[in-house]
């Protein structure tokens, strides 16, 4: 348990020992077909084949997805329906085609929603990051994202546990007690954050480290089978939403 | 407040993610050459993404009821300069899509305009201003922690209402509705962010004056042998 659900449900996914490409070419091929397709059917297409990928072959708990799913919906929907609400002379009303607008609004950010979450809860992000090498993003900032992935379990962690003693000393009993401690709460994460940097630099220099925190990455071969089946599968999709 | 996944038509996605790259390589070059002076500050820079990262993580008691999660972005541009945030941000948002599924890949670019840069930037400038006209150093960053909020809050909805605008009155009957849905939890969070931020600082210049000092945020006291150091007071800095 790292304490992000979605993080958990990569690690402990069946696609985890999977090509990082293989996952990105699936999940951005339907990213990509979510957001230029025709709502009506392909977000529907995008939406099933993002689930039932997830939930079948690659084994991500059904909560977790259904969970991450509904994260981003409270904004697609306040969203949607701002979007269609008409502001004329007489006041509010609907726009003349409301209901279809909001629907394909919807269509697209919810499949959208669902191919992200097709590569997040299948790939670890310390298998993406050398990808962002590979897309000759410089080593520097790949390593900062790195550092950056692998601090924030231990700052997720002293914030909960900080929170917690906080919590139980009455330091969240009412508004102002509460904003009080949020801010002595964010200060020793921010301090820790820094104190843990430092201590960490010292013992890489202290080994001879001193350009950073290379690791090899783990060789996950891709697989033509899962290749020819990403290209034939959106193939497919993209021929029936336009056709239909 | 971030624009999710697919919400956004392709051409706004390509044109904001356009509109954000010069800052985002900006920042990169900036950090590029910080690493290569200082070696170490990778992991610094590292743990001051992960702070942003975790900050959002913190719940917000509201006036009206509900909890928000602050932006850091304010923050993040007091602490580490806008550049910095502006690569920092954006991390910290594919971060964000894909560890917590808040905001998304194609409306990465929009969301990093708003979040990392227009915020840090215009919640900097207010800081300097604030700062440059006598002001402390606890207002400057209320204010630069509530107007980067605010500043966020306003683009991402003036984004939404170019993509969507309204059927009858256009942009402008868009931008309307869109700055007035998002402004209830919003203009709170802003508002609740500053305070996070002055009381973040009181702690912060106390316990970590040092730090403040590499960072530029408080002018280095001088040398113990040379005169003496005073207490340092909370919200009595200048």
Known sequence: MTGLAIDDAAWASAWRLRSPADKLLLSGGLVLAALVLPAWPGSLLVGLAAVVLALGPARVPARTFGRAVRLPLAFILIGAVTAVVQVGDGGLGWAPDAAARAGGLVGHAVAGSAAVLLLATTTPMSDLLPALHRMRVPDAVVEVASVTYRMLFVLLTSLSTIREAQAARMGHAGIRNSYRSSGMLAAAVLTRSWDRARRLSDGLAGRGMETGLRVLPEVLPSSPRFVASTVVGLAALVTVSVLA | ?238
């Open chain 2, 1 to 238: 407040m971030h624009i999710a996944e697919g919400f956004l038509p392709p051409a706004h996605a390509i044109g904001w993610t356009i509109a954000a790259a010069p800052f985002v390589v900006h920042g990169a070059r900036a950090v590029v050459k910080e690493v290569r002076e200082n070696p170490e500050s990778t992991l610094l820079l590292g743990a001051a993404g992960a702070f942003t990262f975790v900050l959002s993580a913190i719940k917000l008691p509201s006036i009206t009821g509900s909890s928000s999660h602050p932006t850091g972005t304010g923050l993040g541009a007091v602490l580490f300069r806008p550049p910095v945030m502006a690569l920092l941000g954006t991390v910290v948002l594919l971060f964000q899509a894909l560890l917590l599924a808040h905001g998304g890949l194609t409306t990465l670019g929009a969301n990093a305009f708003s979040m990392a840069v227009v915020g840090p930037w215009a919640g900097y400038a207010v800081y300097r201003l604030v700062r440059r006209s006598g002001g402390g150093l606890l207002p400057g960053v209320f204010a630069a922690m509530a107007v980067a909020d605010l500043a966020t809050y306003v683009t991402t909805a003036l984004q939404l209402a170019w993509a969507h605008p309204d059927a009858a009155s256009g942009f402008a009957g868009a931008a309307a509705k869109f700055l007035s849905v998002f402004a209830f939890t919003q203009v709170p969070l802003a508002i609740g962010e500053g305070l996070l931020g002055v009381l973040l600082f009181r702690v912060l210049v106390v316990n970590a004056r040092p730090e403040l000092e590499r960072l530029g945020v408080l002018r280095r006291t001088p040398e113990p042998d040379q005169a003496p150091v005073p207490e340092p007071t909370p919200g009595g800095e200048r």
